[in-house]
């Protein structure tokens, strides 16, 4: 299941960066994203999926591979999902929610390779809200 929304992400996002040239129409709702992804990029994310969560990093402890996301729904979350980390409109990196704390979600994120970088304050955290069975 992690494997499947892993790929699911990755998929997700290399659709939304190849982009087309058609202007994506705003979504509906009063959906108010927060900053660090184009608004082109998060209207093409919620049109391919609409089951698409936003949140922000909030804080981030290096040491032990942690993340704080807060703005995501806690209750449309669980323990093991999948969520992407943007900064701009490129991928930074991906984790595994870890757990729930006061309202925000504590994501293990994945040890950067030679080159990379791990998420940082004010970056993008993009998962899904849970598939209804």
Not at 15 to 20: E, F, K, N, Q, S
Not at 65 to 77: E, F, K, S
Request: with cysteine; hydrophobic share 40%.
């Amino acid at each position: 299941m992690r494997l499947m929304r892993w790929a699911a992400m990755s998929m997700l996002g290399a659709v939304t960066l190849a982009g087309c040239t058609k202007q994506a129409e705003p979504p509906a709702g009063p959906f108010v994203p927060p900053p660090g992804v184009s608004q082109d990029v998060r209207e093409r994310m919620l049109k391919l999926h609409p089951d698409v969560l936003f949140g922000s990093v909030a804080a981030v402890r290096p040491q032990d591979r942690l993340a704080a996301v807060t703005g995501i729904p806690v209750d449309q979350c669980r323990p093991a999902d999948t969520v992407v980390f943007y900064a701009g409109d490129q991928i930074v990196d991906a984790g595994e929610i870890e757990r729930i704390v006061n309202g925000n979600l504590h994501i293990k994120y994945n040890t950067p390779g030679a080159g990379e970088r791990a998420p940082q304050v004010g970056d993008v955290a993009v998962t899904f809200k849970p598939a209804k069975n």
